[in-house]
C-alpha cells in the first residue's frame, strides 16, 4: 500500500511541477483530468472482477505520462536515485564487471582490471547462472541485477558456464571506482593523450592531475579524447574549460522557462595553461558536457575540434526531489555555447509518434567564433578538422552493439593463448571473412529491426494457422545474405572494433588505449596536426 500510495504522489507531483512550470495549461483542466484519472484507478480497484495489481498500473501511467517528452526526462524509483548517485559520484559497491541480462542469465562483457572480478578469476564471456545458490533462470533482470550488490567487503557466491563447463567463484564486493579518465600518456616526445569518458564529480580532477602528470613527463601539445562520452555534470565542463581560457570567461548560457533557472556559466579560476596547443577529439556519440566543452573552446578559438560531428544534445536536466526517495529528473533548460549556438538536433516539442524532426532540417543559423570563423548550431558540433569515414550501414550499426561482437572475441580469446606485444597486433586479414562466416552460423547474433519484425509475423501467421515456414525460411536467408553482404561497407571501421574486443580480452581496457594510440585513425591525424604548427594556427585563424 506504501507503494502505490508513493506512485499515486508521484503522478500528482509530475502533475504539478506541469502546473507550476507550464504558462500555457490551463489550471483548471489539469485538475480535472487528475480527478477523473484518480476516480477512475479508485474504481478499478475496488470492483474490477479480477485482482489488477496497483503498482504495475501506476508504473504504466507514469510511464505513458512521460513517454512523450524527451528521453532524458525520467521518473527515479528508490532503486534508481541510488544507482544514479552512484553515476554521478563516481563509485559504487560490486564486483568490478559490465554485465548484460540474457534469458535470465547474466554473461560478462568486460572485467575491470584489479578488481574483484579480475583478482578472482572471471573472464569475459562468462554465464552467471546462480547467485548465492539462487538460480537466476526464473527471476527478473532487475531481482537478478540487485543480487549482485552488497556491501563492500561483503562475499558473493556466483556459479557460472565458461565454455560449457560449470564452474564456481566466490568473489568479494568491494568499492569500485569510475574513473572519469581511465588513460592518458605521453604519445611521443612532445604530445600527450588523455581518454576522458565521464563527466562525474571525480572528472575535472581527473583532467587536472592527468595534465599535470603528462606536463612533468615534458609534454608541450595535448589531445582529449571525449569520443563515447555521454557527458554528465554541466559544473565539471566549466572547470575543465576553464583550465585552458582566462578567468570570467563565459562558458555556457541556459535558458529555461523559469528566470531563476537560466544561468551564466562563467570561469572563475585562473587557467592552467591558455598557449598549450589543444585538439578535443568528438564523434556521433559526444554529448551534453562534451559538446559544452568541445563547443566553448571552439568558440573561443582555443582548441582544434578533430573527429566527426558529434550527437546533438543541447538539453539540460535537473532532478526535482519527490515523495518516499523517489526523483523526477526533468528537462528545465538548453543551452547556449558562448557564441550562441543551441547545438540540440532534435525536436522533441513537435514529434509526431515515432517521427521526431530534426531542427536542421528547417536550415541552420550561421554564428562567429571570437576570430570570426563561421560555425553553426542545430545539429551538433561540428570538427574543425573532420576525419573521412563512410557512413555506417543500419547493419553495422546493429553490429557494433551486438552480442555477435563479443562471442566472437570470447572464441577467440579461448583459441588463442597470446596475441603478443599489445602495440603490434594487427588481426590478420582473413580474420573479416572468418567473422562474417561465424555470423552466418550465428544468425541470432545480431539482428535487424526487419528480422525481429518478421519473427514476429511469423508468429502470428502460426496462431492463424497459416503456413509459410518455406516462404519464410527463403526471405529470412536473402535478409541474412543482404545483412551480411552489407557489412563490407564498412570493413575497416569492423575490424578496427573487433580488434579492441579481442585486445581487452587480454589486456583489459588500458590495453585497449595502448592499441588506440597505435593504430587508431582520429589519434593518429590529430598528431600530425599538432605537429604542423602552421596548419594548426590556420585553422584557429
Same mark, same amino acid.
Given at each position: 500500500?506504501?507503494?502505490?500510495?508513493? %506512485?499515486?504522489?508521484? !503522478?500528482f507531483?509530475?502533475?504539478?511541477?506541469? $502546473?507550476?512550470?507550464?504558462?500555457?495549461? &490551463?489550471?483548471?483542466?489539469i485538475?480535472k483530468?487528475?480527478?477523473?484519472?484518480?476516480?477512475l484507478?479508485k474504481?478499478?480497484?475496488?470492483?474490477?472482477? =479480477?485482482?489488477?495489481?496497483p503498482?504495475?498500473?501506476?508504473?504504466?501511467?507514469?510511464?505513458?505520462?512521460?513517454?512523450?517528452?524527451d528521453?532524458?526526462t525520467?521518473?527515479? =524509483?528508490?532503486?534508481?536515485?541510488?544507482?544514479a548517485?552512484?553515476?554521478?559520484?563516481?563509485?559504487?559497491?560490486?564486483?568490478?564487471?559490465?554485465?548484460?541480462?540474457?534469458?535470465?542469465?547474466?554473461?560478462?562483457?568486460?572485467?575491470?582490471?584489479d578488481?574483484?572480478?579480475?583478482?578472482?578469476?572471471?573472464?569475459?564471456?562468462?554465464?552467471?547462472i546462480?547467485?548465492?545458490?539462487?538460480?537466476?533462470k =526464473?527471476?527478473?533482470?532487475?531481482?537478478?541485477?540487485?543480487?549482485?550488490?552488497?556491501?563492500?567487503?561483503?562475499?558473493v557466491?556466483?556459479?557460472?558456464k565458461?565454455q560449457?563447463?560449470?564452474?564456481?567463484?566466490?568473489?568479494?564486493?568491494?568499492?569500485?571506482?569510475?574513473?572519469?579518465?581511465? @588513460?592518458?600518456?605521453?604519445?611521443?616526445?612532445?604530445?600527450?593523450?588523455?581518454?576522458f569518458?565521464? @563527466?562525474?564529480?571525480?572528472?575535472? &580532477?581527473?583532467v587536472?592531475?592527468?595534465?599535470e =602528470?603528462?606536463?612533468?613527463?615534458?609534454?608541450?601539445?595535448?589531445?582529449?579524447?571525449?569520443?563515447?562520452?555521454?557527458?554528465?555534470?554541466?559544473?565539471?565542463?566549466?572547470?575543465?574549460?576553464n583550465?585552458?581560457?582566462?578567468?570570467?570567461?563565459?562558458?555556457? #548560457?541556459?535558458?529555461?522557462?523559469?528566470?531563476?533557472?537560466?544561468n551564466?556559466?562563467?570561469?572563475?579560476?585562473?587557467p !592552467?595553461?591558455?598557449?598549450?596547443?589543444?585538439?578535443? !577529439?568528438?564523434?556521433?556519440?559526444?554529448?551534453?558536457?562534451?559538446e $559544452?566543452l568541445?563547443?566553448?573552446?571552439?568558440?573561443?578559438?582555443?582548441?582544434?575540434?578533430v573527429?566527426?560531428?558529434?550527437?546533438?544534445?543541447?538539453?539540460?536536466?535537473?532532478s526535482? %526531489?519527490?515523495s518516499?526517495?523517489?526523483?523526477?529528473?526533468?528537462?528545465?533548460?538548453?543551452y547556449?555555447?558562448?557564441?550562441?549556438?543551441c547545438?540540440?538536433?532534435?525536436?522533441y516539442?513537435?514529434?509526431?509518434?515515432?517521427?521526431?524532426?530534426?531542427?536542421?532540417?528547417?536550415?541552420v543559423?550561421?554564428?562567429?567564433t571570437e576570430?570570426g570563423?563561421i560555425?553553426?548550431?542545430?545539429?551538433?558540433?561540428?570538427?574543425?578538422?573532420?576525419?573521412?569515414?563512410?557512413?555506417k550501414?543500419?547493419a553495422?550499426?546493429?553490429?557494433?552493439?551486438?552480442?555477435?561482437?563479443?562471442?566472437?572475441?570470447?572464441?577467440?580469446?579461448?583459441?588463442? #593463448?597470446?596475441?603478443?606485444?599489445?602495440?603490434?597486433?594487427?588481426?590478420?586479414?582473413?580474420?573479416?571473412? !572468418?567473422?562474417?562466416?561465424?555470423?552466418?552460423?550465428?544468425?541470432?547474433?545480431?539482428q535487424?529491426?526487419?528480422?525481429?519484425? @518478421?519473427?514476429?509475423?511469423?508468429?502470428?501467421?502460426?496462431?492463424d494457422?497459416?503456413?509459410?515456414?518455406?516462404?519464410?525460411?527463403?526471405?529470412?536467408?536473402?535478409i541474412?545474405?543482404?545483412?551480411?553482404?552489407?557489412?563490407?561497407?564498412?570493413?575497416?571501421e $569492423?575490424?578496427?572494433?573487433?580488434?579492441?574486443? $579481442?585486445?581487452?580480452?587480454?589486456?583489459?581496457?588500458?590495453?585497449?588505449?595502448?592499441?588506440?594510440?597505435?593504430?587508431?585513425?582520429?589519434?593518429?591525424?590529430?598528431?600530425?596536426?599538432?605537429?604542423?604548427?602552421? %596548419?594548426?594556427? &590556420?585553422?584557429?585563424?
Amino acid at each position: 500500500m506504501k507503494n502505490l500510495k508513493n %506512485k499515486l504522489t508521484v !503522478l500528482f507531483l509530475i502533475a504539478a511541477i506541469s $502546473i507550476s512550470v507550464s504558462y500555457k495549461s &490551463d489550471f483548471f483542466e489539469i485538475a480535472k483530468q487528475i480527478e477523473i484519472y484518480t476516480t477512475l484507478f479508485k474504481e478499478l480497484n475496488l470492483y474490477y472482477v =479480477d485482482e489488477i495489481n496497483p503498482a504495475e498500473v501506476m508504473d504504466k501511467a507514469i510511464e505513458n505520462t512521460l513517454a512523450n517528452l524527451d528521453p532524458y526526462t525520467k521518473f527515479y =524509483d528508490e532503486q534508481g536515485v541510488i544507482n544514479a548517485r552512484i553515476s554521478a559520484e563516481g563509485a559504487y559497491g560490486g564486483i568490478g564487471a559490465s554485465i548484460v541480462y540474457r534469458n535470465g542469465n547474466l554473461i560478462i562483457r568486460e572485467i575491470f582490471e584489479d578488481n574483484p572480478a579480475h583478482k578472482s578469476g572471471l573472464k569475459v564471456g562468462d554465464e552467471i547462472i546462480e547467485i548465492n545458490n539462487t538460480i537466476l533462470k =526464473d527471476q527478473t533482470e532487475e531481482i537478478v541485477r540487485s543480487l549482485l550488490k552488497g556491501l563492500p567487503n561483503s562475499m558473493v557466491n556466483l556459479k557460472l558456464k565458461r565454455q560449457n563447463q560449470e564452474m564456481s567463484f566466490e568473489v568479494a564486493r568491494e568499492t569500485v571506482e569510475i574513473d572519469a579518465v581511465p @588513460f592518458y600518456q605521453m604519445i611521443d616526445d612532445e604530445v600527450g593523450y588523455i581518454a576522458f569518458v565521464k @563527466f562525474n564529480r571525480k572528472a575535472s &580532477d581527473q583532467v587536472k592531475n592527468a595534465i599535470e =602528470d603528462l606536463k612533468s613527463q615534458g609534454m608541450q601539445k595535448l589531445i582529449i579524447d571525449v569520443r563515447h562520452n555521454p557527458g554528465g555534470l554541466l559544473n565539471e565542463a566549466v572547470e575543465i574549460v576553464n583550465f585552458f581560457i582566462p578567468n570570467n570567461k563565459v562558458v555556457v #548560457t541556459t535558458r529555461a522557462k523559469l528566470d531563476k533557472w537560466s544561468n551564466t556559466y562563467k570561469t572563475r579560476k585562473e587557467p !592552467l595553461d591558455i598557449d598549450i596547443p589543444l585538439t578535443i !577529439l568528438i564523434d556521433e556519440r559526444s554529448a551534453s558536457a562534451s559538446e $559544452i566543452l568541445a563547443g566553448a573552446l571552439q568558440d573561443y578559438d582555443r582548441a582544434v575540434i578533430v573527429g566527426n560531428r558529434s550527437f546533438g544534445k543541447g538539453l539540460v536536466q535537473r532532478s526535482r %526531489k519527490l515523495s518516499y526517495g523517489t526523483q523526477l529528473k526533468l528537462t528545465i533548460s538548453k543551452y547556449y555555447t558562448p557564441s550562441g549556438r543551441c547545438i540540440q538536433e532534435l525536436d522533441y516539442t513537435n514529434r509526431k509518434g515515432d517521427s521526431i524532426p530534426k531542427f536542421s532540417d528547417g536550415g541552420v543559423n550561421e554564428f562567429k567564433t571570437e576570430n570570426g570563423r563561421i560555425v553553426f548550431d542545430g545539429g551538433g558540433i561540428a570538427p574543425d578538422f573532420k576525419i573521412d569515414i563512410p557512413e555506417k550501414t543500419e547493419a553495422t550499426k546493429r553490429l557494433l552493439v551486438s552480442d555477435g561482437m563479443y562471442n566472437y572475441a570470447t572464441e577467440y580469446y579461448y583459441n588463442h #593463448t597470446t596475441i603478443g606485444e599489445v602495440s603490434k597486433f594487427e588481426l590478420e586479414k582473413k580474420e573479416f571473412e !572468418l567473422f562474417r562466416e561465424y555470423l552466418k552460423e550465428h544468425p541470432k547474433s545480431f539482428q535487424l529491426n526487419s528480422e525481429k519484425y @518478421f519473427d514476429e509475423a511469423l508468429d502470428k501467421a502460426e496462431k492463424d494457422d497459416l503456413s509459410i515456414d518455406a516462404v519464410y525460411q527463403e526471405l529470412q536467408e536473402n535478409i541474412q545474405n543482404e545483412k551480411i553482404a552489407a557489412l563490407s561497407s564498412n570493413k575497416e571501421e $569492423i575490424i578496427a572494433a573487433l580488434t579492441l574486443k $579481442i585486445v581487452n580480452q587480454y589486456y583489459y581496457r588500458n590495453g585497449e588505449y595502448q592499441h588506440k594510440m597505435n593504430f587508431d585513425k582520429t589519434i593518429k591525424e590529430a598528431v600530425v596536426l599538432l605537429q604542423n604548427q602552421e %596548419k594548426y594556427n &590556420d585553422i584557429l585563424n
